[in-house]
């Protein structure tokens, strides 16, 4: 069984994955350490907004939503 | 001396409702020295102590680059301190712990609060507060600030702690804020060891509720529907509550102030009734319409609903440039452009922040509000007063819309969009009210000067040069109506509401007191002199140009204080002038030519 590594913004929504790693300048990467957003966590998409809106994500308890740009900068690693 | 305790904690913790609850209402907002923002801060008795408590903004890292997180080290660093309070959501102390230790760091005395523990139950998070308390070598208190549960065992632990004094100070604590190192291991070591939840948490209402209000073909048609249904409440209730005030406000006049009046000579008693008196009390009568939606608005914020609305529309904002926080923000604005304005230091990006401040004073205020409920009560049907406002909430949408579209290009920005979307909550009724009563006393603080010196100098003007006939064309106000009515007069303004309009550059308020000093009447006769001097077109008109022209000066003071480009400042001006010019002159001709 292997894991499926990519990109958070190509997850289904409904499906948890791993996150990997996180690119970007500091103060992002920062914000979504804040938000629990780091390697290790379980992130799950649980939808996308219309008209290629943003993605609504929770990492344990805490939702929030980013847009499909910064979502790119997330890899995850999917249990396949 | 008195000893100072600063309550600290990210964003959605409850920490503002902690702060009321353990305050009353007592507090106060102030300036404190080196910060930029007014901070909420106020005494009260603990233990032997007389403390001040503080409330600082909502933020998530210790050494993070928002303006909020800027203040935050800023106050630590120069405001002495006594104590530390940091509150965190319990639910989600798997993440919040890191800022926790990183407070801890500072070597502060402090505890910890444990806020919302019944809402992490429910999400199935255990947390073992002793355990955790040992481990950290502080006081972790759980408490429920929204059922006011666990409030004296915290009162009593900040006022032991105050009385081990081991400050701190300043210069050693700004060299403890300099060093920035990771807190992540300590916090899932300290995790591991006294928290237990489920792998993955959802709070299952909180997902029903989403599933309907965040549909991807619903939600948006859902969210227009509930914005209009709030304004046909916020119509139906006030008026009847704005005509028992402004009679009261009447009967008041009549009863003690004409009387009291009388002692002075005809021109002061003409200026202090006609002028300050009616003025006022024409704004006076539309409080209750005002304080009305902020009660809907901070209803609609408390439930997590604004959150939502941020996501629905982020897709659609991302194509003009702007982002869900600047629809939210927009909302705002419809209580006042002021605070709006100010928001906009939750951006980084001074690009997005100029683009975003040059699109909120489109947002159809209050005081533009009050002009508009009056005009559309005094030459509306009721039937169709509900609509015709909702058009011009509409056309504010649409001008936004317009301008950031006209003015992406030069201001255009990136900035990464994270929002959090807290769980579905019942909003409080006390603090319901207390948002309504802090935005009216904060709305009438900002304004009364503005609408006092607006009506008076209007009054002056219709009355002046001495012995003319009040609003005559001989007077100041009939000269200057003459040299400007070319101006207004295809846009089918009369030279008297053209004059008015010049007034509500100083603030929109002025407009509807300006109109009835002008007329010559009190606020009872106002709705017959409109109804006398103007058509539903011409009413319809002069809204189109009130929605839309330049910014009030307090909201122009914001921009130029934020923006700190004149450039910006004068953009905003020109623009909206320009752009009420055009639509009012094409309605009204297009109307009149319609046959209309």
Known sequence: MGAVSMKLSCLRCGELASVTCVEGDACFVRRLQALGVHPGRAVNVVRRAAFNGPLHLRVGSTEFFLRAREADAISVQSPA | ?596
């Open chain 2, 1 to 596: 001396m008195s000893k100072r305790v600063a309550l600290l904690g990210m964003p959605n913790t409850g920490k503002s409702t902690l702060f009321n609850r353990l305050t009353g209402a007592s507090a106060r907002t102030g300036n404190w020295p080196g910060l930029t923002v007014e901070l909420l801060a106020a005494k009260l008795p603990l233990g032997t102590d007389l403390v001040e408590l503080v409330d600082l903004p909502g933020f998530y890292d210790l050494h993070g680059m928002t303006e909020d997180e800027h203040v935050v080290r800023r106050f630590l660093e120069r405001v002495p301190l006594d104590f530390l309070v940091i509150v965190l959501n319990a639910a989600q102390i798997d993440r919040q712990i890191n800022l926790l230790l990183q407070v801890k760091a500072l070597g502060v005395p402090m505890l910890a609060v444990l806020n919302m523990s019944d809402e992490a139950k429910r999400f199935g998070v255990n947390i073992d507060t002793a355990r955790l308390s040992t481990a950290l070598g502080f006081p972790v208190l759980e408490v429920s600030a929204r059922r006011a549960e666990g409030l004296d065992v915290l009162r009593q632990a900040i006022a032991d702690g105050l009385r081990v004094s081991n400050k701190v100070s300043q210069a050693e604590l700004a060299l403890r804020l300099a060093p920035d190192e990771t807190v992540q291991d300590e916090a899932d070591a300290l995790l591991r060891m006294t928290v237990k939840s489920p792998r993955e948490l959802s709070d299952g209402m909180s997902a029903r509720l989403d599933h309907v209000l965040l549909h991807p073909l619903w939600g948006l048609p859902i969210f227009f529907l509930s914005l209009f249904l709030l304004f046909q409440f916020i119509f139906t209730v006030g008026a009847p509550l704005q005509d028992a005030v402004a009679n009261l406000l009447n009967l008041l006049r009549d009863a003690i102030v004409q009387p009291v009046a009388h002692v002075l000579p005809p021109f002061g008693e003409g200026l202090l009734i006609g002028g300050v008196y009616d003025g006022v009390a024409t704004v006076a009568s539309f409080l209750p319409i005002i304080a009305l939606f902020f009660i809907v608005m901070s209803a609609v914020e408390d439930s997590g609903y604004l959150a939502r609305a941020a996501f629905l529309v982020d897709g659609f904002m991302a194509r003009i440039g702007l982002d869900g926080r600047g629809f939210v923000l927009h909302l705002f604005g419809m209580g006042c452009n002021v605070p709006a304005v100010m928001g906009t230091r939750v951006m980084r990006s001074p690009a997005l922040r100029a683009l975003t401040m040059l699109v909120l004073p489109f947002a159809l205020c209050a005081a533009r509000l009050q002009v508009f409920l009056f005009l559309i009560a005094a030459l509306f049907a009721p039937a169709q007063a509900a609509l015709v406002l909702f058009s011009l909430y509409v056309l504010s949408l649409l001008a936004a819309v317009l301008t950031a579209a006209v003015f992406k290009r030069r201001y255009h920005a990136v900035e990464p969009v994270i929002l959090e979307l807290p769980p579905y909550r019942l909003p409080q009724v006390g603090s319901m009210f207390k948002s309504a009563w802090n935005e009216i006393s904060g709305f009438l603080r900002r304004a009364t000067q503005f609408i006092v010196v607006g009506v008076v100098a209007i009054w002056l003007l219709t009355h002046l040069p001495w012995g003319v006939e009040p609003s005559s064309p001989a007077s100041f106000a009939g000269q200057l109506s003459q040299s400007v009515g070319f101006i207004f007069a295809p846009l089918g303004f009369d030279a008297l509401l053209g004059v008015a309009l010049l007034f509500g550059f100083v603030a929109k308020e002025i407009v509807l007191g300006g109109l009835a000093v002008l007329y010559r009447v009190q606020e009872d006769g106002l709705t017959q002199a409109v109804q006398l001097h103007m058509d539903w077109v011409q009413a319809y008109s002069f809204m189109l140009f009130t929605l839309l022209y330049t910014p009030c000066v307090s909201t122009l003071a914001a921009i130029q204080a934020e923006g700190k480009s004149w450039r910006l400042t004068l953009t905003s001006v020109l623009w909206s002038v320009g752009l009420a010019y055009a639509v009012s002159f094409a309605f009204y001709q297009v109307a009149r030519g319609l046959g209309y």
